[in-house]
């Protein structure tokens, strides 16, 4: 069994910050590719930024130059930087990760359960 436990969210000040972590736990071999996806209410869900297992990072338009997405190798946990929040980065945000599972070595895609950031004054 593989678990994605988040956190971070909350309630932040336009202009502020926060960071968001995302640790994968379970009877795990490896982890491909990290992700973070959002979805705000009405709709569909987003890409906001991956990285790989090489470190290759990759953002959505709407967040390159704000937000940094990072990884702990040792620790199975990847992290989203978020800076200079907007109103419109209000969303549920997702971990997503590619796990490799024991014993078999199959991969599998796997998500978190969600944690709300609310971008208000």
């Known amino acids: 069994q593989v678990q994605l436990v988040e956190s971070g969210g909350g309630l932040v000040q336009p202009g502020g910050s926060l960071r968001l972590s995302c640790a994968a736990s379970?009877?795990?071999?490896?982890?491909?590719?990290m992700a973070w996806y959002r979805q705000a209410p009405g709709k569909e869900r987003e890409l906001v930024a991956s990285?790989?297992?090489?470190?290759?990072?990759n953002y959505a338009n709407s967040v390159k130059g704000r937000f940094t997405i990072s990884r702990d190798y040792s620790k199975n946990t990847v992290y989203l930087h978020m800076n200079s929040l907007k109103p419109e980065d209000t969303a549920v945000y997702y971990c997503?990760?590619?796990?490799?599972?024991?014993?078999?070595?199959?991969?599998?895609?796997?998500w978190g359960q969600g944690t709300q950031v609310t971008v208000s004054s």
């Open positions: 997503n990760a590619e796990i490799y599972i024991m014993p078999s070595m199959r991969s599998d895609d796997y």
């Open positions: 379970g009877s795990i071999a490896g982890i491909n590719a």
């Open positions: 990285i790989t297992s090489f470190g290759s990072t």
